[in-house]
């Protein structure tokens, strides 16, 4: 299925009506099943014998076949084949089928089959599926979808659907993700090409398979019993663990430079050629500069000025027209509108900081970490774009973390006009340590994106607390957040009314303290987009503490679990991922009643490793127990290799959490006491 650009993890967009209601409208208004028609290769996929399974398989794909064919004028046309065995209730999704296409990806036909266990055959055709597009905010597009229900999805029964689609031949590459989440029985790719064409392969994540050359240029790729993939938490993203194959082809004579694929290189050429007359500076683009930079020549406070506007004051849009999606509409036709999708908004601003005199580059990306592989260079695997702003020479700024240092450029500050809580001089976490293609005027080069480092994105947490004798704690607490831990608390408060925002503070109190009850709440700098949000709130926890004959027993760390329970369980087969690095430190002072007196505190803690590091100190003055911890996420992503380590840190960190401060009463502690010794009993 073809990816639309800014299609993913970017908030402003929404799947139109959500796909459950989506799929309501398929069963609604596709008509009666036409009389069985199954052809006789779906038939003979459903007899085949098949080895069992695990219990817990919710369905098998028997057949997963694409064949894709390229005429002599470079015409590409795909047909997709899949057979399906519904083997549990939770496999009925797969009897909906939805398929891409817009003006340039076109769809051909589209049929559905079903074989239920009772021999019972249902048909289904293109005029039953419903047409919808793809996300609400769409103003204009030709990104659409079909969307076909096929009868009798249940458990026991084979579904198979076939379609065809007319590729665009602007990109002459095919994408096969052959791995799944659940088992594939069969899989077939098969590549024909005209005369005197050629092709590339490249295997990802799979050992290659060499394919049987089935005619005069057609090549066959055969694999059979491929293995799930089983999600894990916190696993790198699905697509880059997937097994694929990706092939590129073109005419023996078609020269580098007419062609897309090639080299990194050569899509960066081919996207500013594409891009080569959209940022030019209008009269009205020019007024609107001067007007938003009267007052200031100071470099930086310029990009300030005009990130914020096209940040926050052109709205986002979803606008998927043009060439494949890929080419973004003039400036100025974006500042007349008010709107734009993503690389709209990135065209307006390198214009806007052209006419300030600033250079900057369209950045080609995917907010799907660690999907675009450096060995495959596509122009396909990109769905986002943002900008790399050329700081002027002595451009100085302590809130510039997203910043690259470039051996010809100088240095370059990344930035996502789309993501609105996200401030200049910060990148949204998924495209942190995330390559991206830098295009230039005549060139493109793949780059690494920075990656924050833990001091800039810090939650540190600052609690007074008082222990009264009946258990209960109460007391107030104070945060102070910068980066992720702040955009995303900024954007859920300023999503809700006033009057709801308590719930938000009543909601993140129970994450932290399970029984606490928020007694107040208040919240600063929530109107202030740069990096800082500072809140405060009341809590009482009752029992908090407990008795155990004449002993008083607390856990002094109060709030937050930095702790996970995410590879206990079975042994790991993926790396684990972090969204972003952190800085997290707490530090608590709890008064306790005057009546008792320290007994035993809990041990220091002081663990580092190559990826994170953890400390805790617990002390008492004066019938207060202070208690500091900091915990530290140097890396986002940990290998397979590793995790053991992590594990253990892990378990380290709860049993830490899980420490209990012990108190004792004065006359305890005096009855305990070593008394003097008696004399010696005379003789």
């Known amino acids: 299925m073809q990816k639309t650009w800014c299609s993913m993890a970017w908030k402003q967009r929404r799947l139109i009506n959500g796909l459950p209601l989506a799929l309501a409208a398929a069963f609604v208004f596709a008509g009666p099943p036409a009389s069985a028609g199954t052809p006789d290769w779906v038939k003979q996929v459903a007899r085949a014998p098949l080895p069992s399974y695990p219990a817990d398989t919710d369905a098998i794909i028997l057949l997963d076949e694409r064949t894709t064919t390229v005429s002599s004028s470079g015409e590409v046309r795909v047909t997709y084949r899949k057979v399906y065995k519904i083997l549990r209730p939770q496999g009925r999704t797969l009897g909906t089928v939805y ?6 990806t076109q769809l051909k036909f589209l049929k559905g089959w079903s074989i239920t266990s009772q021999n019972e ?18 103003l204009y597009a030709d990104t659409r979808y079909k969307l076909l229900q096929i009868p009798a999805s249940q458990p026991g029964s084979v579904i198979a659907y076939e379609y065809q689609q007319r590729q665009r031949t602007s990109v002459l590459q095919a994408v096969w993700s052959l791995q799944n989440q659940i088992p594939v029985r069969q899989a077939r790719f098969v590549l024909e090409l005209p005369p005197k ?19 005069e240029n057609r090549w066959t790729w055969e694999l059979s019993d491929i293995p799930p993939i089983q999600p894990e938490e916190q696993m790198p993203t699905w697509r880059s663990v997937a097994g694929q194959l990706a092939i590129s082809f073109a005419s023996n004579f078609i020269a580098a430079s007419d062609s897309s694929r090639g080299s990194w290189a050569q899509i960066g050429r081919w996207y500013a050629q594409l891009t080569s007359d959209r940022r030019e500076i209008s009269p009205q683009i020019r007024d609107k500069t001067r007007e938003l930079l009267a ?5 930086l406070e310029k990009i300030r000025r005009l990130a914020s506007y096209v940040q926050h004051g052109t709205r986002y849009v979803a606008i998927e027209i043009g060439i494949g999606g890929f080419q973004p509409h003039a400036a100025s036709e974006v500042l007349a509108n008010g ?36 060995d495959f260079p596509s122009p396909a695997v990109f769905n986002h774009v943002i900008l790399a702003i050329r700081l002027p020479e002595l451009t100085a700024g302590q809130w510039l973390f997203s910043t690259l240092s470039h051996a010809k450029l100088g240095t370059l500050l990344f930035f996502d006009p789309t993501e609105s809580f996200t401030p200049l001089g910060y990148l949204p976490p998924a495209l942190q340590s995330n390559y991206g293609l830098l295009v230039t005027d005549g060139n493109g080069e793949l780059v690494r994106l920075p990656l924050s480092s833990p001091a800039t994105n810090r939650l540190l947490r600052i609690a007074t607390l008082t222990l009264d004798k009946s258990g209960n704690l109460k007391g107030t607490v104070e945060e102070v957040r910068t980066g992720p831990a702040a955009t995303s608390l900024k954007e859920r408060l300023l999503h809700m009314p006033n009057a709801e925002r308590q719930k938000i503070f009543e909601n993140l109190l129970s994450e932290l303290l399970d029984g606490a009850v928020l007694t107040s709440a208040g919240v600063s700098d929530l109107n202030d987009l740069g990096g800082t949000l500072s809140i405060k709130y009341g809590l009482i926890a ?22 996970s329970n995410v590879l206990e369980g079975d042994p790991r087969k993926h790396a684990v991922v ?63 290799e590793q995790v053991g380590d992590l594990k253990t840190l892990f378990r380290q960190i709860a049993d830490d959490e899980r420490a209990y401060t012990i108190l004792k009463s004065p006359a305890a502690l005096s009855w305990l006491a070593p008394q003097p010794a008696l004399p010696e009993a005379p003789f």
């Open 295 to 299: 007052g200031t020549d100071v470099p």
């Open 578 to 640: 972090f969204s972003h690095t952190a800085l997290e430190t707490d530090t608590f002072d709890i008064s306790f009643p005057a009546e008792y007196a320290i007994d035993e505190l809990p041990p220091q803690a002081n663990y580092k490793y190559p990826f994170a590091a953890y400390k805790s100190e617990s002390r008492a003055a004066e019938h207060v127990l202070h208690y500091a911890r900091s915990y530290e996420l140097k890396d986002i992503r940990v290998p397979v």
């Open 197 to 215: 064409w050629s092709y590339s392969a490249y295997w990802r994540n799979y050992a290659a398979v060499n394919p049987q050359q089935a005619g």
């Open 121 to 138: 055959e249902y048909e289904v055709k293109e005029s039953d599926a419903v047409e919808t597009s793809a996300f609400s905010e769409s």
């Open 542 to 563: 009752r029992a908090y503490a407990q008795h155990a004959g004449e002993l008083f027993l607390f856990r002094p760390c109060v709030l937050g679990r930095k702790s």
């Open 99 to 104: 398929v891409y296409f817009d003006s340039e």
């Open 339 to 374: 709107y734009g999708d993503c690389k709209d908004k990135a065209t307006l601003l390198s214009a806007m900081l052209h006419a300030a005199g600033i250079d900057s580059y369209y950045v080609l990306i995917n907010d799907e970490r660690e999907y675009l592989v450096p």
